[in-house]
């Protein structure tokens, strides 16, 4: 890595995000991150600074549910930085009742997988410009409640759900990150680029806002010291920046040990991967741009 290494973070301003930009931060990482409103970004970089005070902090801005912005963010991080050491794709939302955006898909579908799907590809020249970059993909063991998965369904969609309903799609979207994590990392295999995921544990953050005492619940797990984001913190640091995970690539590792996890059927599956990529790559079509040449 060079001396002031770039990292960029999605959903950097709550939870297990704004703590790793915090951490990267104070050893010397340049922060590129992504926000939904300046506010909230203002906040996280006033945060930021309270520990690193030198910390350099740039936010590109948008709405990770829309591939449209997806796009434009990524080709916007591409054109103000040459290279790209790290990117860690750590947005996630679990959405407790059904939402379709603008574009037809359903919100965590778009969130959780398309997004980070086309966010790594659009930074490709970046990432390929530092030699030995990094991307890092937060999964989930959540992955194991995933129903089935049914290619290329499931992509698009959009059948209604319940509360109890969301979990199986939430970690439907984790298995998908873990299979494109293995997929990814196969492509990339010739390009110095390292492509792993991880499950973070149980951690309390606002990922489940929406439950309606998520508040008071937060609060008393908390007290009895469950639920620590800082041990998920841990593990993403740990594949960022240990030299051991410099030289491994598309595996999924697990929060506390940094051990391989075998994933769920077919998150292992070489096929189904493939079937996955094929599938998300003629998805997402209508997003795609020219590679930017540097």
């Given amino acids: 890595m060079s001396t002031n290494p770039t990292a960029v973070i999605t959903g950097a ?5 704004q703590l790793a930009a915090i951490e990267l931060a104070k050893r010397g990482f340049q922060l590129v991150l992504t926000a939904r409103n300046k506010e909230r970004a203002e906040a996280t970089k ?15 801005y948008g709405d990770l549910s829309l591939m449209k912005d997806v ?32 574009e037809g898909f359903a919100e965590m579908i778009a ?14 020249p970046s990432l390929r410009n ?6 890092v993909n937060v999964a989930s063991e959540a992955s194991r409640n995933h129903g089935s998965l049914q290619l290329p369904g499931d992509l698009n969609d959009t059948t209604p759900f319940t509360a109890r309903g969301s979990s199986a799609i939430y970690g439907k979207t984790k298995l ?3 299979m494109f994590t ?37 609060r008393l797990l908390k007290l009895f010291h469950i639920g620590d984001p800082h041990r998920g913190t841990e593990i993403i640091t740990r594949l960022i920046l240990e030299p051991q995970y410099g030289e491994l690539t598309g595996g999924y590792f697990n929060v506390g040990t940094g051990k391989p996890i075998e994933p769920v059927y077919p998150g292992g ?13 003629n998805l997402l079509k209508p997003f795609h741009f020219e590679k930017s040449t540097h």
């Fill in 111 to 124: 969130v959780n997988y398309l997004a980070p799907w086309l966010l790594t590809r659009a930074l490709e």
């Fill in 130 to 135: 530092a030699g030995k970059a990094r991307v």
């Fill in 46 to 60: 006033i945060k930021i600074e309270q520990h690193s005070p030198a910390a350099q902090v740039e936010f590109f």
């Fill in 71 to 102: 796009s434009r963010i990524g080709q916007e991080i591409t054109a103000a930085h040459f290279s790209i050491d790290v990117l860690l794709n750590n947005a996630g939302i679990h959405a407790f009742e059904p939402r379709i955006t603008p």
């Fill in 269 to 281: 599956d070489a096929a189904q991967q493939r079937k996955l990529w094929e599938a998300t790559e």
């Fill in 182 to 218: 293995a997929e990814l990392a196969r492509k990339w295999s010739d390009t110095g680029i390292t492509v792993n995921a991880l499950n973070p544990g149980f951690n309390v953050t606002g990922l489940g806002r929406e439950l309606r005492f998520a508040a008071v619940i937060e």
């Fill in 13 to 17: 301003t709550s939870g297990l995000g």
């Fill in 176 to 178: 998908l990150n873990i």
